[in-house]
Nanobody
């Protein structure tokens, strides 16, 4: 089992920055690929970014490339999402996710999810 706890959400003005954190505990092997997804009201859940433990490989959704950066601290089992140049359309609940298999994460079906943290960007 893996437990994921997000923090760092909040209200920010457009153009501002936020950093989300996700602290993981449990079976380390299941945390090989850690990721962020988001879901805005009335919209489908969207892949944001992922990072792999073994080689540090990162992936980003098209809508956040160049503005968001995902990183992880393996010693602390924590993954971060630095969000810069925020836009109102970035408003959503952001979820941390984890899986042993990167392909499961990229497909949107990771085995473990956090409870989510709200990010609101005002115009």
């Amino acid at each position: 089992q893996v437990q994921l706890v997000e923090s760092g959400g909040g209200l920010v003005q457009a153009g501002g920055s936020l950093r989300l954190s996700c602290a993981a505990s449990g079976r380390t092997i299941s945390m090989n690929c850690m990721a962020w997804f988001r879901q805005a009201p009335g919209k489908e859940r969207e892949f944001v970014a992922a990072v792999r433990r073994t080689d540090g490989r990162t992936d980003y959704g098209d809508s956040v490339k160049g503005r968001f950066t995902i990183s992880r601290d393996n010693a602390r089992n924590t993954v971060y999402l630095q969000m810069n140049s925020l836009k109102p359309e970035d408003t959503a609940v952001y979820y941390c996710a984890a899986d042993m298999d990167r392909s499961a994460v990229v497909a949107g079906t990771p085995g473990y999810w956090g409870q989510g943290t709200q990010v609101t960007v005002s115009s």
